[in-house]
């Protein structure tokens, strides 16, 4: 079984910068620069969320940004998927734990800078 140790290993091995949050068990922060937001890794055994936070929902009522979300998680998300936190617009996916290996924390890791990097301007624009 992996452990949180094997998470921050994966991440040292994934060589893009991260920083361990004090005062928070097994929460760690990736900046993949050029203004996008931060994305949250997780332990939370039995699972590993990682999370970014894209931004307040302006309007709940704004159907464009909502099926622009919808259409973003059919057309170009594998791995994770955009959904609201309450009035919060994330980028999230889960993973077990248990048969977590290095390949497939890169795969999430990596689409979620991909979409961040290819998306989220859009959706701050459709958002007001």
Known sequence: MQTEQDVEAYLLRYKKPFTALDGTPATYWLNPGDGLPNVAVRVDTPIVLVRAEIGELKNPNNVKI???????????LLHSAYGLEGQRIVLSAALELENLDFNELVAVLDEIEVALSREARELHTLNG
């Open 66 to 76: 909502l099926t622009r979300l919808l259409q973003m998680n059919a057309q170009s």
